[in-house]
């Protein structure tokens, strides 16, 4: 078996400005090249807190546990360093940055990522292909990067980032979410469209429904900062057609989360 | 108290000189009477409003030796019965000596102020634009202060006769000596006219800047103003719109982009007189290091303006903790028949969201921190006329932030 993309070990997450509120009570998870894993649970389990702790976003401070990245432990590093390993987050809302456009962000990016300088033609090459993946129009680089953007198209311009940077690990934050089902399954063909064999994703997700798209081989149920059930893809549809409560119930969890 | 270079503020001497330099006695006597009132106007102290922040109670003006060598560059070819040069060589000139006689000093009065004065009295060879009645010119006229230390007064005067189109740029630079620079802009926009001027301030680090910049704006005419400051010391620059034929048009934009101890403040003051006219302020400001700035701007809607429509917008980024930004836009409505009034004021650091958008595709702290500055300077930079001043200042700034203090 290839060794993992990513480990997270017995982690313990907390928000950084009130260190007292663990939201992530250990969590374990181990992703390989090629896993799709999915990551399930009720609205304020802490799926997003992971996702934004493993990309190393300062609101959160990892309080026990390591995060190890290809072999590497980068609890310590910096959202941008783990970025230029290849992490990439796709954000269930991402920030409007008026005055900046699509272009000129992918273009410093990819000059981060690579460490050089992207020859311009070579970019432009790059960034066509990537868009007619996608099935987006040119006029869509030049706009300000998500600057009156619709949701669908918020989401889409994670995705052409994400094809871009092509990361080994991608973390797709509530893709899905605000999502008509057109638009889902533009943005999910997406992904797969840019998917390589090797990389590692990590999809959470609310509802079942973005899973009938990109299938994973996996799926977490976290409830109360802790994975409480794994499976595999029945389990995401055994939560479709029943909820969460059933799960909750078997585990002598419900009281816990109704109070 | 009076500085070591006293003598050549006296009125005396401006009159001498004046003389000299072979100009017309109308002018050795405005010289004399604005040098009078250097000597008796006191310094603006931070009791008055618009001083509030920039406080030049130790600055002695005429402690600054007057570079009596300084002339502006004026570059631009002017359509025909227009001028572009130096006021010096227009008032050689039969056609043009009558227009500058006109206007220059009619504008802003010599006894306003310290600064005005010492400019009235002082300023030497000054630039002088005009655009002949309903005609265009056919390329933006560049004007050039470039200056070593000492004081220095440019004096510019841009009459737009009716129907006339002109875009000035005036370029701002000096070295690292000790330099004053007093400026006065006069411009006369009349009926239908179209002005451009755009200030590329780029000053060196010892280079202390008061400038007023005011306009007499005509029926239909449309003014726009950009100043763009990355460098200098101290840039004080006060932009006045008097609006005073309906429908007049005024729009004020800038940027500036602090680091070290650099200091900015901005004035504005839009006064709409007639019906239906039209202003709208805004300054975008980035401090980094120990910079800061301040922005005072009043817009004034008289009784007489009936549906005037004014927006006056400041915002402060502050890119460092121990940068510091005050803002105090004030609306004066005399009327209460407007189309539309507003005014907004933000100071405040970097998106703290954006900031992590951008590290998660990898880029690092400064990286990310130049691109929200480009993004956030974008919208007055690609509004200036000048697609090569617009990407010669935005890789300025892109310089500038690649040394910035944080």
Redesign the interface.
Known sequence: MSDPILELRDLKVSITEKPDIQIVKGVNLTIRPGEIHALMGPNGSGKSTLASTI?????YTVNSGQVIYQGEDITGM???E???KGI??S?QY???????TMV??LR??LK??RGQEVPAREFIQELRETLGRLKMSEDFARR?VNDGFSGGEKKRAEIL?MGM?RPDLAILDETDSGLDVDALRTVAEGVNALRRPEMGILIITHYERILDYINPDFVHVLVGGRVVKSGDFSLAKQIETDGYDPILKELGLLQEVAS | MAGAHAAQYAPEQAVSASRDRGEPSWLADARAEAARAFDVTPMPTPALRPWKYTNVAGLVIDSFAPDARFAPFVEGAAPEGGFAGTIAHALLDTAQAPVVQQHLGAVVKATEGKFVAANAALWTAGAFIHAPRGKAFAGPVSVTLEAGEGAIFPRILIVAEPGSEVSVIIHAASGDAALLASTVVEVVAQADARVRLAFDVRWGDQTQEFALVRTRAGRGSDVKIDTLAIGGHLVKQAFESLLEGEGATSTIRGVALGDRDQHFDFVTYQDHIAPRTVSSVGIKVALAGYSRAAYYGVTRVEETAKGADAVQENRNMLLSRHAKADSDPVLEILTNDVTRCGHGATVGPVDKDALFYLQSRGLDNRAAMKLLVAGFFASVLHDIDDPVLEADLAAEVERKLSVADY
């Not at chain 1, 990309?55 to 609101?59: C, M, Q």
């Not at chain 1, 991402?94 to 900046?100: A, E, M, Q, R, S």
């Open positions: 990309a190393g976003s300062p609101t910096t959202a941008d783990r970025a230029r990439f987050l954000f991402p920030t409007t940055i008026p005055g900046v000129n962000l410093e990016a981060a990522r300000y980032q940077l």
